[in-house]
């Protein structure tokens, strides 16, 4: 079965980037969506086709997907960012997730 | 907006069928815009995605996942539901039901969740 791997835990100073990986077989040849879920709330869509915000959410989100790996990257990180993220694509009318990134804003 | 409200035990004996809705609001599943999707969260764990339901009733389930799901719709409640026999400790978990669109730039994306219900499998 299709697989997408992330980094356990990033950590970020506010201000800077941070960036968050996704990596599975040729993902660069489907879409790429990204979650945020906050402590105690509902996973949250933050990028979906690679590289589009959803409505509200601020530019300083962004997304890339190429090759094997998706890359969610927020310039300028704020507090408020801390959070998990999760990449998700779809294989074989199978929709898989990656198993989360703890942001940490230090 | 589609809004979309999990209900269910939340605690249920192994062995034992668990059996959640989702009701929806703001929207008709009839409308037949949407896919109607069930996903889980084990404690400390990644998203799992379960399967999804169109209005017309037609069903697609997670291959990885042991065949004991069931996923259905109720058009005249606005409702889709979620059930699981024979449960064990494993299918403890946070159950949100979720949507994508059937058409459309974020048709491959989860647009709207529920809040989620908590659902712990114990004697």
């Known amino acids: 079965s299709y697989e997408l791997s992330q980094p356990p835990s990033v950590s970020v100073s506010p201000g800077q980037t941070a960036t968050v990986t996704c990596s599975g077989d040729?993902?660069?040849?489907?879409?790429a969506s990204w979650y945020q879920r906050k402590p105690g709330q509902s996973p949250v869509l933050v990028i979906y086709q690679d590289s589009k915000r959803t409505s509200g959410i601020p530019e300083r989100f962004s997304g890339s997907n190429s090759g094997n790996t998706a890359t969610l990257t927020i310039s300028g990180t704020q507090a408020m960012d801390e959070a998990d993220y999760y990449c998700?694509?779809?294989?074989?009318?199978?929709?898989?997730f990656g198993g989360g990134t703890k942001l940490t804003v230090l | 907006q589609v809004q979309l409200q999990e209900s269910g035990p939340g605690l249920v004996k192994p062995s034992q069928t668990l059996s959640l809705t989702c009701t929806v609001s703001?929207?008709?599943?009839?409308?037949?815009?949407?896919?109607w999707s069930w996903i889980r969260q084990h404690p400390g764990k990644g998203l799992e995605w379960i399967g999804y339901i169109y209005y017309s009733g037609s069903t697609y389930y997670n291959p990885t996942l042991r065949s004991r799901f069931t996923i259905s719709v109720d058009t005249s409640k606005n409702q889709f539901s979620l059930k699981l026999s024979s449960v064990t400790a494993a299918d403890t978990a946070v159950y949100y039901c979720a949507t994508r669109p059937s058409s459309g730039d974020t048709t491959d994306a989860f647009d709207i969740w529920g809040k989620g219900t908590m659902v712990t499998v114990s004697s």
């Open positions: 040729k993902l660069g040849d489907k879409y």
């Open positions: 998700q694509a779809w294989d074989s009318s199978t929709a898989v």
């Open positions: 703001g929207g008709s599943i009839s409308s037949g815009g949407y896919y």
